[in-house]
């Protein structure tokens, strides 16, 4: 019973450690999505390009950036950005795997006149 009662216990372990690893990263990427749209427009106090500012956001918030969609466009129109991460979690008896997340934000720069 004993047996029985730390394998459940391990596997429930291994199942939070999964889905707080896969909250992480999502917010992770929502984060790193937000930092990135507007500095395709303007730089806005950001040092670099979008990609450099969505993997700043992502290693602050602990996941490694995988992927960013981030045309720098100087133009009034809006756009939209997408950005991937990737985090990894130890995970048993599996082993350590890694959880990615997307995520899209759309900036419309036209807003900053008011309208």
């Not at 896969?22 to 929502?30: Q, W, Y």
């Not at 996941?63 to 129109?77: A, G, T």
């Not at 809006?78 to 979690?89: K, L």
Request: with cysteine.
């Amino acid at each position: 019973v004993a047996a029985v009662v730390l394998l459940l216990a391990a596997a429930l372990g291994s199942v939070g450690a999964y889905l707080n690893a896969r909250v992480t990263a999502s917010a992770a990427a929502d984060a790193a999505a937000l930092a990135a749209a507007p500095v395709t427009f303007l730089p806005f106090g950001a040092e670099g390009s979008p990609a450099d500012e969505a993997a700043r956001f992502a290693r602050l918030n602990g996941v490694e950036l995988v992927s960013c969609r981030c045309p720098i466009d100087r133009s009034f129109d809006p756009r939209t950005v997408e950005v991937a991460v990737r985090r990894s979690v130890s995970l048993w008896p599996a082993g350590r795997i890694r959880v990615t997340a997307v995520s899209r934000a759309e900036f419309l720069p036209a807003l900053l006149l008011g309208g």
